[in-house]
């Protein structure tokens, strides 16, 4: 969707786990998922705030990695605010077992959600 905030993220899988479920593991564990069982899970849909793993493609000349590219709602993440961006996207995937290595390449932000920053609170300096 055009309200969706896009990433892509370079991604080394562990020997014997396929690419398309390390894809869909860092799309979760970005977004709702959890290693364990959590009561509010049955208060919300969880459908409508889950991060999607819509591409997976090999990176040319490299062995085992792969650019995932994942879709999140914008409505996952509070308005406004780059730190529960920033840390939704990246604060938990990187420690994930079933990956040797991640790192986020790209993320796309939509119009509708960039409005909703503030900006700077003493506007643009130009030295």
Same mark, same amino acid.
């Given at each position: ?11 080394? %899988? #562990? %020997? ?14 970005? /977004?709702?998922? &959890?290693?364990?069982?959590?009561? &509010? ?16 493609? %090999? ?5 085992? #990695? ?14 406004? /605010?780059?730190?529960? =961006?920033?840390? /939704? ?14 790192? =986020?390449?790209? =993320? ?5 959600? /960039?409005?909703?920053? #503030?900006?700077? %609170?003493?506007?643009? #300096?130009?030295?």
């Amino acid at each position: 969707k055009d309200t969706d905030i896009l990433a892509a993220f370079r991604m080394t %899988p #562990q %020997p014997g786990v396929p690419p398309e479920e390390a894809g869909a593991a860092v799309a979760a564990e970005s /977004s709702t998922g &959890t290693w364990t069982t959590v009561w &509010t899970d049955g208060l919300t849909s969880l459908d409508r705030y889950k991060g999607r793993c819509y591409d997976i493609e %090999p990176v040319a000349g490299e062995e085992n #990695q792969y650019i995932a590219y994942v879709a999140y709602p914008s409505d996952l993440f509070e308005e406004g /605010s780059v730190t529960n =961006l920033f840390t /939704s996207i990246v604060g938990n995937v990187f420690g994930f077992k079933a990956l040797r290595a991640l790192r =986020l390449e790209d =993320l796309r932000i939509p119009p509708a959600y /960039s409005k909703t920053f #503030q900006g700077p %609170p003493h506007g643009i #300096q130009v030295e």
